[in-house]
C-alpha cells in the first residue's frame, strides 16, 4: 500500500507517527506499506521507494518541509493507493481538502480524510464521485475523534435505521460547560482558563458558536441517516450565554446543561440542553459522546475522546485498515 | 388516578368495604390516610383514599361505594397531565414576566406550575428555571413552541430539555 499524506499539522504528523511506531503490527493488517509523499501548505516530499518518516517529522520540527512537491502535484501526478487528506477544516468552500479529495476520487485513489470542511459542503457530490471511480471515501476522524461513530454504525449496526442521534460533538464546549457546573464560575472565566491549558483557541468562536458540533451533525445526518442536508440547514445556538446561575438553577432541580448536537427526521440542532445530572450525556471534561437510536438494536450509546492528535490518528488508521481489508 | 374522602364510622370493618369495590374492579389503592383529627360530628372519621384505577371503571366504583350506605365526600380524578422543565436566560423581569406567564396560562391546555427566577446583579440577565405543565405530549410541545416563540420576541433564551 502507497500512501500520501496531504496536511502535516497535528494530524498529519500524529498519523505520521503511528505509521511509524507501530509498523510491524499495522503490517499485518496493511500489508507492507510505504509513505511515498508528504506534503503541507507550504511544502511536501517525495520518494515513490517511501520516505523515512523520522527524517520528514525532524525536517517538520526543525523549520518546515522542502519544496520539492505540492499537494495539488501530488494529488493529480504522483502513483499512490490511499490519500490521508488531513489538511484543516474549511466549511466554507471546503478548500483546499475538497480539490484534493476530488482529484484522488476522480483518479481512483481512496481517500481517509479528518477534514470536515469538504464533507459539509459536498458530501454527496463526493460520494457519487467515489462510487463511478470505484474508489472509497473514509471519514471517521471527522466527528468525534477517536470515538467510534461512522464504522460504529455503518459496519457493526448494519441493517438498522438510525432513527436519530444526540450527543455531545466538541469537547472544547463540554469541558467549559463541565467546569461553570462544577465551580459555578462565568463563562469569560472559564473560557479563560481553557485558553491556558490549550483546550480553546484564541479565537474560539468555530467552537464555542456551535460552528464546529454543526458541521460534523451535518455529516453524521448524511452519513447515517441517509440525509441531503447542508450547514445551513442546522438550527445553531452557542455557549456564550449560559450563565453560572442558570446551572446553580438547573442543579438545584437535578439538571445540567451541554451542548447538545441533534439530528432526526425533523430538524438538525445544535443547543445548549438542559439534562438530567445522572443521564449518560452529562459528561464532563473534553470528551465526546454520542447516544444513537435504532430501529433494531434500541439505543446504543458510545464515549471517548473527540480530539487530540493520536487520538485522531486512531480513527485514521482504522479506516486504513478497513480499506485494506474490505479491498480484498 | 383517583383521590376521595370517604367518612367511615368508627368501627371494625369500616375500611374493608371501600376496599373490596377497588380491588373488585382492578384498582391499586396507593395510600390510605385516616384524618382521626377530623372526626365529623357524627363521628364518622374522614379517610382520604388514593387509587390508580382505570378511567373507565371511576363512575361505577363511585356508585358501588355509595349503593352501599357509605358517604363519598368528595372525589376527584387527577388529570393525566405530562410536565417539562425549561430554563430561561435574559430580561425576564424587565419583558413583563406576568404576559410571559400569562400566553402559557391562556391557551386552557397547558399552564406554569413552578418558576424560580435568579437575579444576579441589577441591569444583568437573569435566570429563572420554568415548569410547564399539559393535558398530553402534543399540547406540551404546542405549550413549549409558544414560550420560545414569546421569549424569542423578548430576546430571551429557552434552554430546552433533551
Redesign the interface.
Known amino acids: 500500500m502507497r500512501i500520501a499524506i496531504v496536511g502535516f499539522g497535528s494530524v498529519g504528523r500524529g498519523v505520521a507517527e503511528v505509521l511509524m511506531e507501530k509498523r510491524d503490527v499495522l503490517k499485518s493488517y496493511l500489508g507492507d506499506y510505504r509513505v511515498v509523499a508528504v506534503t503541507d501548505s507550504r511544502g511536501g516530499v517525495f520518494d515513490e521507494r517511501g520516505l523515512n518518516l523520522k527524517e520528514v517529522l525532524e525536517m517538520k520540527r526543525r523549520g518546515g518541509l522542502p519544496r520539492e512537491i505540492t499537494s495539488i502535484e501530488v494529488v493529480r501526478d504522483v502513483e499512490f493507493d490511499v490519500c490521508i487528506e488531513v489538511t484543516p477544516t474549511n466549511i466554507e468552500d471546503g478548500e483546499p481538502g475538497l480539490t484534493h479529495i476530488e482529484e484522488c476520487l476522480k483518479r481512483g485513489i481512496d481517500v481517509v480524510t479528518s477534514n470536515k470542511g469538504p464533507l459539509v459542503v459536498a458530501f454527496k457530490d463526493l460520494m457519487d464521485l467515489a462510487r463511478k471511480n470505484g474508489a472509497r471515501l473514509m471519514f471517521e476522524a471527522t466527528v468525534g475523534g477517536a470515538m467510534p461513530v461512522v464504522k460504529l454504525a455503518k459496519i457493526d449496526l448494519a441493517g438498522n435505521e438510525i432513527v436519530s442521534v444526540?450527543g455531545i460533538l466538541n469537547g472544547t464546549c463540554n469541558y467549559i460547560l463541565s467546569r461553570m457546573e462544577k465551580e459555578l464560575l462565568p463563562y469569560e472565566i472559564v473560557l479563560e482558563e481553557a485558553r491556558e491549558l490549550g483546550i480553546a483557541e484564541k479565537d474560539p468562536t468555530y467552537d464555542v458558536e456551535g460552528i464546529d458540533a454543526g458541521a460534523k451533525l451535518v455529516i453524521i445526518a448524511n452519513a447515517l441517516m441517509g440525509m441531503n442536508a447542508k450547514f445551513r440547514d442546522v438550527e445553531r445556538?452557542g455557549i456564550t450565554?449560559?450563565?453560572p446561575?442558570?446551572f446553580?438553577?438547573?442543579l438545584?432541580?437535578g439538571?445540567t446543561?451541554r451542548l447538545?448536537a441533534e439530528a432526526n427526521r425533523d430538524y438538525l440542532r445544535v443547543?445548549?440542553?438542559?439534562?438530567?445530572v445522572n443521564?449518560p450525556?452529562a459528561i464532563h471534561g473534553t470528551l465526546n459522546a454520542l447516544q444513537i437510536e435504532t430501529d433494531l438494536a434500541g439505543e446504543v450509546f458510545v464515549i471517548g475522546r473527540g480530539a487530540g492528535s493520536r487520538e485522531t490518528a486512531s480513527a485514521i488508521i482504522s479506516d486504513l485498515v478497513c480499506l485494506s481489508r474490505y479491498s480484498r | 388516578m383517583l383521590t376521595m374522602v370517604v367518612e367511615l364510622e368508627d368501627k371494625p370493618g369500616q375500611l374493608i368495604r371501600v376496599l373490596e369495590p377497588i380491588s373488585r374492579l382492578g384498582g391499586n389503592v396507593i395510600s390510605v390516610t385516616h384524618r382521626r383529627d377530623e372526626t365529623t360530628p357524627l363521628g364518622r372519621i374522614p379517610v382520604r383514599i388514593a387509587v390508580q384505577i382505570d378511567d373507565s371503571k371511576v363512575d361505577r366504583l363511585i356508585e358501588e361505594i355509595e349503593s352501599r350506605g357509605i358517604v363519598i365526600r368528595s372525589y376527584n380524578r387527577i388529570k393525566h397531565t405530562v410536565t417539562t422543565t425549561l430554563l430561561l436566560i435574559g430580561h425576564i423581569i424587565h419583558t413583563d414576566l406576568r404576559d410571559t406567564i400569562d400566553r402559557i396560562d391562556e391557551t386552557g391546555f397547558a399552564e406554569v406550575v413552578d418558576m424560580r427566577i435568579i437575579m444576579p446583579e441589577l441591569k444583568k440577565p437573569s435566570t429563572a428555571i420554568i415548569k410547564l405543565s399539559a393535558l398530553n405530549e402534543e399540547k406540551l410541545r404546542e405549550s413549549v413552541r409558544i414560550l420560545k416563540e414569546v421569549c424569542m420576541g423578548k430576546g430571551i433564551r429557552v434552554i430546552e430539555p433533551l
Open positions: 444526540k445556538f450565554e449560559i450563565t446561575e442558570a446553580k438553577v438547573a438545584e432541580s439538571y446543561i447538545i443547543s445548549p440542553r438542559l439534562i438530567p443521564h450525556l
